[in-house]
């Protein structure tokens, strides 16, 4: 008797002990800072300078700070804007590649002090911290570390200037929720006066882990970002999207044997996807333009992102469990425009429409394990109580755990929302999700892989059950999992298709059949009163086309395209050439003029001349790279445009470079300085940022801006 007492006991112990242990934490985990950062889920990035007034996407370094003189310059107006669409937080770019400092800084002459904005007392810096203090916002900061202004770049002594900018930024505007480094560093610049190239060795110049340590001690809780981390990683793409599968845990990787990963070394499909199992917590950032471009450029504005696609972007970004940066940029009165600010309105009524109700509230949970029996502190309950790290967790050496929820009726949904306790890791590796049909059959209507901080499963149509089922697929431990929720998205029409052909006859397609296509020729929004698109039309002269669908209750996204003028007299000259160069005019992205082909390796310049069959008044040249799944090979970095009234004797029209092209291979736009008058043009790539040859989707000319 006194034996089964005693094993009685000891069995009470155990059972208590096992009862209240957590689970050990798995892998590497977050940081305060990184904790923080992940609850925020997205950010803009703030796009403002020089280039603002010079239709520049990279400055040289020579431009006159006295450009910078908006007449209206507002932070609350674009920190409202971006709180408007949902976003938790901005980053200033203080200071970007071509030196010019947004604050008035002791460390150059090249700052805003020397504008006449505001009488030349004027601190941009501050005022975006007073606005976010304002609305609740936080506040991160970029300061370029290539500065193609400074004398000093490339040498021992600009990294004493670069670090003092961090601690006068870091002291005077914090607290920062990130400091914000990219990998743009080193190249042709005017340095003050040199006018030369100065290559650095990232890996070494910088000395990354000191001045990083400016950071650590003056701004503990700021997550660093680069390429390769420390704290949060580029996701390898300018286009805002993480892989389907994305891991926050990552191990950067190095180009070369023996040298350190740093800022401007990713592989593109590591950041993307991250590490299983990685070596370090380095969750992704995916940024995106709101416009195409970062800077504001009025070419574009008609090309805002709609709130449709910000959506896209949300849940291929923050459902992913990334985070989504995306890029504003103020107009030359410091204001962001009027489309910028409806769109992010827009975007962000659709997420609290979206996210308002958890369909799964009320529910009745049944679990097949609960850890250690103890559903007081370990029991599904916690998946429906809006807090992320309270948890179900199941036993050790339960790995696949099943979880029937009963609904309080039936529901029709579209989304649903899984979430981990990543104070203990990223542990899941694959959920299922299923429904019971009206036979009582189990039904899988959803997979994922990747949980993390947050996963967004988007079906393709809306369901409709009172059971659901949630099947843990893969899980190298017990489950900690935080949240489930099931939302309905609204219904809304996708944008048509707008395609030109070589004819310069305009299409107009869509899967609406009951609901017509209303589109308009003059960059404005098409609303009920617009044109109803019936049939192809001509668009010789080009123009700028928006479509949508329209019906009563029910607007549909909006397609927008800009063509040049119209190709169809438009003849390459030489056409012998096995790499097709006519298919750089033929009006179809699908194709494209490549000399990848290692027969047709050859020394630059690669070149194309194209007779438009009468002469035009140009305003501009467009670039569009190529637009399959090798998008990044043969991206061309350098560029001539030259024309001519003979096709024989050439006179240079612009040339330059397609600065970023390689993170955003959008279409590029050539502005002239003055609208010429020509019947032949000639694009020149002079240089090849990836690959041994060039490839070109699309060359245009615009007679209209």
């Known amino acids: 008797m006194k034996n089964l007492f005693l094993l009685l006991c000891l069995l009470s112990v155990y059972l208590f002990s096992n009862a209240q242990t957590a689970p050990e934490p798995y892998g590497p985990l977050p940081s305060r800072g990184q904790l923080q950062w992940h609850e925020m889920e997205m950010y803009c990035l703030i796009h403002f300078g020089a280039n603002t007034y010079l239709d520049h996407e990279w400055g040289y370094g020579d431009e006159d700070s006295k450009l910078v003189n908006p007449t209206q310059f507002d932070a609350k107006q674009i920190v409202g804007a971006a709180k408007a669409g949902g976003f938790k937080g901005i980053i200033v770019v203080a200071k970007h590649h071509d030196g010019l400092c947004l604050w008035p800084t002791k460390t150059t002459d090249h700052n805003i002090s020397q504008s006449p904005w505001r009488n030349g007392k004027g601190d941009m810096i501050k005022e975006y911290q007073l606005a976010c203090d304002a609305l609740g916002l936080k506040l991160g900061i970029y300061c370029s570390p290539w500065d193609r202004n400074n004398a000093n770049y490339g040498k021992p002594e600009y990294l004493v200037i670069y670090r003092n900018q961090l601690k006068e930024l870091y002291a005077n505007y914090g607290p920062l929720f990130t400091s914000w480094h990219d990998g743009a560093n080193g190249g042709n610049g005017y340095y003050g006066g040199a006018r030369e190239v100065r290559n650095i060795d990232r890996t070494t110049y910088y000395d990354w882990e000191n001045t990083w340590a400016i950071t650590r001690k003056m701004q503990p809780n700021a997550v660093l970002f680069g390429d390769v981390g420390p704290d949060t990683r580029w996701v390898g793409n300018e286009m805002g999207h993480a892989g389907e599968t994305c891991w926050a845990t990552y191990t950067p990787v190095a180009p070369d044997e023996g040298r350190k990963p740093a800022n401007g070394y990713v592989k593109s499909e590591l950041g993307t996807e991250g590490t299983r199992n990685g070596k370090y917590w380095i969750p992704a950032e995916c940024d995106v333009p709101l416009r195409p471009g970062w800077f504001y450029h009025a070419a574009q504005d008609p090309q805002v992102k ?277 298919y750089a005019i033929d009006e179809n992205e699908k194709t494209n003029w490549n000399t990848l082909s290692p027969e047709l390796i050859k020394n630059l310049p690669y070149e194309v001349a194209v007779d438009m069959g009468k002469e035009e008044r140009i305003k501009a040249f467009t670039y569009l790279p190529r637009q399959d799944d090798h998008i990044d090979e043969g991206l061309i970095g350098q560029y001539l445009v030259s024309i001519s009234d003979d096709g024989v004797n050439w006179r240079e029209a612009r040339r330059g470079d397609f600065h970023n092209i390689e993170a955003n291979p959008v279409q590029q736009l050539i502005i002239l300085e003055q609208p010429v008058k020509a019947r032949y043009f000639k694009f020149s790539a002079l240089k090849i940022n990836n690959g041994k040859g060039i490839s070109v989707a699309e060359l245009g000319v615009v007679t209209v801006l």
């Open 306 to 582: 709609t709130s449709a696609e910000l959506l896209d972007l949300y849940f291929q970004s923050v459902g992913r469990g990334a985070a989504l940066d995306l890029g504003l940029s103020p107009d030359k009165r410091g204001l962001l425009p009027d489309a910028d600010v409806a769109s992010l309105k827009r975007f962000g009524n659709l997420l609290k429409e979206i996210f308002a109700v958890n369909l799964a509230q009320g529910a009745e949970l049944k679990a097949s394990n609960v850890r250690g029996n103890n559903r007081a502190t370990y029991g599904p309950q916690f998946l429906l109580d809006k807090d992320r790290y309270s948890y179900w967790a199941t036993d050790d050496q339960i790995t696949k755990p099943e979880l029937i929820l009963t609904l309080s009726g039936q529901k029709t949904f579209n989304i649903i929302q899984l979430r981990e306790n990543i104070k203990l890791g990223q542990r899941i590796e694959g959920v299922a999700i299923d429904i019971m049909d009206a036979k009582g059959t189990w039904k899988e209507i959803g997979t994922a892989t990747s949980i993390g901080s947050n996963r967004l499963i988007r079906l393709n149509k809306n369901v409709t059950a009172k059971k659901v089922r949630l099947r843990i697929t893969g899980s190298p431990v017990c489950i900690a999992l935080s949240d489930f929720g099931l939302f309905k998205e609204p219904e809304h029409l996708r944008a048509p298709e707008i395609v030109r052909a070589k004819s310069g006859i305009v299409t107009i397609t869509s899967a609406y059949r009951k609901s017509p296509v209303h589109y308009t020729l003059d960059g404005s929004e098409p609303v009920l009163s617009s044109p109803v698109y019936t049939k192809p039309f001509l668009l010789a002269k080009g123009g700028t086309i928006k479509a949508r669908n329209l019906s009563a209750g029910l607007w549909g996204d909006i397609e927008t395209k800009i063509f040049g003028i119209g190709k169809m007299d438009w003849k390459v000259l030489g056409t012998s050439d096995a790499s097709h160069p006519e």
